[in-house]
């Protein structure tokens, strides 16, 4: 999602910036107005959604792929896309356009908080909440193998499994903070700029277009940040014959353990 925007996106609407207003149809403005203001609610609900997956994936690791959630992310990420962009259509096409330009013409500062409120921010709030819990969950789990390895013995190859596992818990950690809070961060910055300057119009206009320059570099890191924290990740749940064999290896693997 990231990067088609970095692709298309953000390349056209710089002929507003580079002529000092939309040059191209109005219709072409108000797809773009869809897109633009629907994909940023899109990307947010789409990390939301993988870290869910992810932090069921902690809390009932042996039942969440049976979820409804987790068993459909094609309905789910479909579902989220249809969602997204019937609403923001109907709010261009509601509200219309600002005359040569690709903002939405509200009528009311309240408007503007409203919609990006219920559209933009809950997203990340939910996402950054989600994120707060995968890690207080991880620290839960971590405590509890250290404190049942403990009970059984005290010797030198205990001492060495604890360290193991303090090593794998805080490189999960790292790779946590790095995806979900740098995605929020990327985010909540232009997202709330964006908004307490329409609402209040103090920014300047030279800081604006720096902070659009930053959202666009952002929009092709992302999907490289993902892919290099999660290179095997997949939505391929219900294949009977994967879950099979990741089970038999999790079972040699807790064997080995003990």
Known sequence: MDLTTGIFDYPISTASIIFGYWPFHSAVANIWATYDNGYNTITCS????????????????????NEFLVRNPKKVLASIWLISF???????????????????????????FIYSFLLWFIPLICLLIIGIVLIINMNVIKKTQIQIITNRNQNEITQNKIRKIELMNRHAQYKIVLLIFTFWVQWMTPCFLTVFNNLFNLIPTDVMS???????IVCFTDPIIQYVLNPNISFDFTNKKKDQLSSMRANNTVTKFN
């Open 86 to 112: 019937s609403i923001w259509s109907a709010i261009a096409n509601s509200y219309g356009l600002v005359a040569f330009t690709l903002g939405i013409n509200f009528k009311t500062s309240f408007e503007i």
């Open 210 to 216: 720096k902070v659009y320059w930053i959202t666009y």
């Open 46 to 65: 789409y990390m939301f959604y993988l870290s869910y997956i992810l932090l069921r994936s902690i809390r009932a690791p042996l039942n969440f792929k």
